[in-house]
């Protein structure tokens, strides 16, 4: 079979590289939109995501870990009686206002009071052990890499939150936060800081369980009592599933993705296909002669389409190279940009739907392809 | 290729049309192109259809090669009505017994002048060695063998319109139509076609009509329709058939 689509489209590539080269940028800006939602929203759920604890213990309703409530302390005992569960440590979320030795004027900042154990499960991920040992030390915090212009410190200086003086002894990477500035500081230190007395309990508890697949059976188990005052639990991966999603879809952020994303494809399909309308009018009398000869229209709009499978998969392979150096970029000046399987699979399905939806509509121009209209 | 007898049954005629008219309507005019019109071809031969630009005869190639319907009248070919053949049947037809020369030769610009003649006999059927040889052997009756790898962009026009011929050459068909296949080209080469037309004619037993009004044609041909405002005017055999290929133009 003498491969005509495949040889129009090297031989006359400069007829569709038009085609692939908006297929290409739709796929890219898809793929970078994606890939920064993601680490943006991503972020919020850094606290489960960043921790090792399986089972999370916070305030009935919580719709974010930013908007906890505080639970009674002694939920802890309810919490250690069940057999399942190997550790609990309190975490303490809290909002602060940062006062820095540099120019900064206030800032808001989201204190995490974690157990500095060596065991502790909160940021256990995140935050490396030399650092964790540090928090220890009274009136320790570790603030992200990324927020110390904000926060206008560096490491060894000190600042206040919410008046209470401060020490930076560490500069974690990775901590970065959504709409304010992780500072992370021991239960101890965070107790100090809060300045609301009625504020006494811990905004969460966390468990490690001793088999950590049994995570949502064990937090329904643990659901349920009222003796200690409202509580509820969640296992750590739909706790990090509801605050992401508080984030993409009641924040309106999510619906601007959506839109955003719709309006990518909408250009791009345009784009594409008329390019590849002109591209496939340029052969026009050929493929009428073809047909004359007998070659079924299927047969001519299968050549069509294939030329479109191959401008995208193309386009989506500059996008693809340009989207993992782009993305290399950005992670070293610290923009938080995450790709998953399930996202780049959307992002592929995307463009190659975009391929194909010009494909069909070039394919539809092919009804000009009549053989009578060379005998003229 | 087949023997000159394969589409001679007993008076049979390979092509037949009977009282065919045709108008075309645009806006409020009516074009009569075609007005009750009867013709009757015999495999073989080399019919040339002349007369002035509008005088229908490109829209009678249409008709009779099955790229077009008619009004009224009816259209027979090989055995086949072809005003009850639907467009998929139609198609088929053509595939299995057609062949077209156009004036433009419209050809790939991508495709090698093998892989011209190769394409529309992959979408016969046939096998992918049966295929190659009926290209190379198509290729080399219009003398291009030592130019089938070239591109269109490397061949002359004459060059490309034997491409073209050999393309339409390679289905084997019965019959061959062929519309101002000279106009584009300077003497020697439309001589050289001429010569390639007429020799199809009479080695292959394909019944080939021609439509131009390129007075070089009329020599070669079997015989020649003269046409004027959709009708045969006169329908002639030219006295002094040349029999070699290497005839004189006029």
Known sequence: MVALARKTLIYEWRRFLPAMLAVGFAGLLQLLQIALVL????????????????????????????????????????ILMDPAVLRVEPYIWDDGDWRGPAETGGVSVFVSGID???????????????????????????????????????????????GHQVRVVGISSGLRALGGV??????????????????????????????????????????GSTAFGPYTTWSAKDFAKISVRYW????????????????????????????????????????????????????????????????????????????IVLMLLARSQDVPVVLNVPAALGCIILVMGLAAVSGLAAMRSMRRADPATLLR | MHPAATTEHAGTPALLAEGISKAFISGQQRT????????????????????????????????????????????????????????????????????????????????????QVELPLNHMGLSRNEARRRAQQSLEEVGLAHRMRLRPSELSGGEKQRVAIARALAKEPELLFADEPTSALDAANGQMIIDILHRIARTHGTTVLCVSHDPRLVVHADRVLAMEDGRILSDRRPPAPTAPDQGIPS
């Open chain 1, 39 to 78: 680490g943006i929203f991503g972020s919020t759920s850094l606290y489960i995501t960043g921790s090792s604890a399986d089972v999370w213990v916070g305030y009935p309703g919580t719709q974010s870990v930013g908007s906890g409530r505080t639970i009674d302390a002694d939920v802890e005992s309810r």
């Open chain 1, 116 to 162: 500095p154990s060596a065991n502790g499960l909160m940021f256990s991920k995140a935050l490396p052990a030399d650092l964790r040992a540090r928090l220890a030390e009274p009136d320790a915090v570790v603030v992200d890499r990324s927020a110390l212009d904000q926060l206008g410190v560096d490491i060894g200086q000190t600042a206040t939150i919410n």
């Open chain 1, 182 to 223: 992780n500072v992370l500081c021991s239960l101890d230190t965070a107790r100090q800081l809060n300045d609301d007395p009625t504020d006494s309990g811990p905004t969460y508890l966390v468990a490690k369980l001793r088999n950590p697949a049994q995570a949502a059976a064990v937090a329904v188990r643990l659901r």
């Open chain 1, 248 to 323: 993409l879809f009641d924040t309106g952020a999510g619906a601007g993705v959506l839109f955003l994303a719709g309006i990518v494809f909408l250009v791009g399909a345009v784009i594409t296909s008329q390019t590849l309308i002109a591209a496939v009018n340029g052969s026009m009398r050929e493929y009428a002669t073809l047909n004359a000869l007998g070659v079924g229209v299927g047969a001519l709009r299968r050549v069509v389409l294939e030329q479109a499978f191959w401008v995208g998969a193309l386009g989506l392979l500059g996008a693809g190279l340009l989207g």
């Open chain 2, 32 to 115: 009569q192109v075609l007005d009750n019109l009867s013709l009757s071809l015999d495999a073989g031969e080399l019919t040339l259809i002349s007369g002035p630009s509008g005088c229908g005869k490109s829209t009678l190639l249409a008709i009779l090669s099955g790229l077009q319907k008619v009004d009224s009248g009816h259209v027979r070919a090989l055995g086949s009505e072809l005003g009850q053949l639907d467009m998929r049947a139609l198609e088929r037809f053509r595939l299995q017994h057609t062949g077209f020369v156009f004036q433009g030769f419209n050809l790939f610009p991508a495709l090698s002048a093998f892989e």
